[in-house]
């Protein structure tokens, strides 16, 4: 079973407001992705990394930021939110790029009013 | 530009079997990969193809031809908990995951 959390689930926010979206493993893995994801669509790659320091931008530009602190810990900041970031925010792990197995968290159901 | 093509829906019988197909156009190959995704849920890997052939998972296989650029997952013994997105993803030359918008496979008793 795989050992990823989110949060927080679900988050109404108005529309300029800073939100941090919070994704935690306990699987010691180094690969971290953060992805979106609308209903009936693709996963879209937003940010990720490689390793501790190490974070790349997805083919995604969500206006959002991200940090690897720590190898466990790997926040999605949004400055200034916008109706346009509705949308559900999955993060996920892997122990190893090259085989390509993901663990996914449950994601963050945003809504930008 | 790099695509990935599956069905938006298919409907199948308890009981029966279903392919749901896969066709890829990326840069560079990797590897393909199936995950199922329940309503509201996150994806959970299925399987994982990089040579030629097909592997099989108890009611799940999955088969790739890497020179047509195709893949298909084959359910057999279908259960109702077997309704769910099913998605297709292909890793290319930069080691990044190429996702399909997934099928939609119902099942009805």
């Known amino acids: 079973e795989a050992d990823i959390y989110q949060t927080p689930r679900y988050l109404v926010i108005g529309t300029g407001k800073k939100i941090t979206l919070e994704c935690s493993q306990t699987?010691?893995?180094?690969?971290m992705y953060w992805y979106q994801q609308d209903p009936g669509m693709e996963l879209h790659l937003i940010h990720y990394?490689?390793?501790?320091?190490?974070?790349e931008k997805g083919d995604l530009s969500s206006e959002s930021t991200v940090s690897r602190i720590r190898t466990e810990h790997f926040p999605l900041t949004l400055e200034s939110a916008r109706p346009s970031h509705t949308s559900q925010y999955l993060c996920?792990?892997?122990?190893?790029?090259?085989?390509?197995?993901?663990?996914f968290g449950e994601g963050s159901r945003l809504t930008v009013l | 530009g790099q695509n990935i093509d599956q069905p938006t829906e298919m409907t199948a019988t308890e009981g029966a079997i279903v392919q749901i197909n896969c066709t890829y156009q990326?840069?560079?190959?990797?590897?393909l990969f199936w995950y199922q995704q329940h309503a509201g849920e996150a994806p959970t890997f299925l399987s994982y193809?990089?040579l030629d052939g097909l592997e099989e998972k108890g009611r799940f296989s999955s088969f790739l031809s890497r020179s047509k650029g195709y893949s298909y997952l084959l359910l057999k013994e279908l259960q109702m908990k077997d309704s769910a997105s099913y998605l297709c993803?292909?890793?290319?030359?930069?080691?990044?995951?190429?996702w399909g918008a997934g099928t939609k496979l119902i099942i009805k008793p």
């Open positions: 996920a792990s892997s122990e190893d790029r090259d085989t390509g197995e993901l663990f």
């Open positions: 699987m010691g893995h180094d690969k």
């Open positions: 990394s490689y390793g501790v320091n190490s974070t």
């Open positions: 990326t840069s560079g190959f990797n590897g």
């Open positions: 193809n990089v």
């Open positions: 993803a292909v890793m290319d030359s930069n080691y990044q995951l190429i």
